[in-house]
């Protein structure tokens, strides 16, 4: 029995077919999903998700969003979700640097959603590096 996996960023359905497994960080670790998995909805965190598909497994650098898994689908909503291709290594870098001198300027205890904010944005970043470079040493 087939899995489709469907993942949507609000900017655009990024993936929607059938595929063998789906491997995605959740918020205790790794979560795998096969065909026929118990149904579940969880969040998901920052980091990669790979998918199978005949033998080929592909991987996407994800941000922080939900997981629907049904019996024979999975659904992925994501604030980002980037293949090593997308992502300008250059540029991601620039963005976590600008992104750590914000927090550096930030009062912790007084400007927590900016705080918070900016974390999430040095998440996203090291995430893609990690893919990136991941994949460069392949």
Do not use: C, N, W
């Amino acid at each position: 029995m087939p899995l489709k996996l469907e993942i949507v960023t609000p900017e655009a359905r990024i993936f929607s077919d059938e595929v063998d497994t789906v491997v995605l960080p959740g918020f205790e670790g790794e979560m795998g999903v096969l065909p026929s998995h118990a149904p579940l909805v969880t969040t998901l965190q920052v980091g990669e998700l790979r998918y199978t598909k005949g033998g080929k497994t592909t991987e996407l650098a994800v941000g922080e969003g939900l997981v629907e898994v049904t019996g024979s689908t999975t659904r992925v909503l994501t604030d980002m979700a980037l293949s090593s291709d997308e992502i300008d290594e250059k540029a991601v870098e620039e963005a976590m640097e600008r992104a750590k001198h914000s927090l550096e300027s930030l009062k912790h205890g007084e400007q927590q959603e900016e705080v918070a904010a900016v974390m999430a944005m040095i998440q996203r970043s090291a995430a893609q590096l990690q893919l990136k470079r991941k994949r460069k040493s392949i």
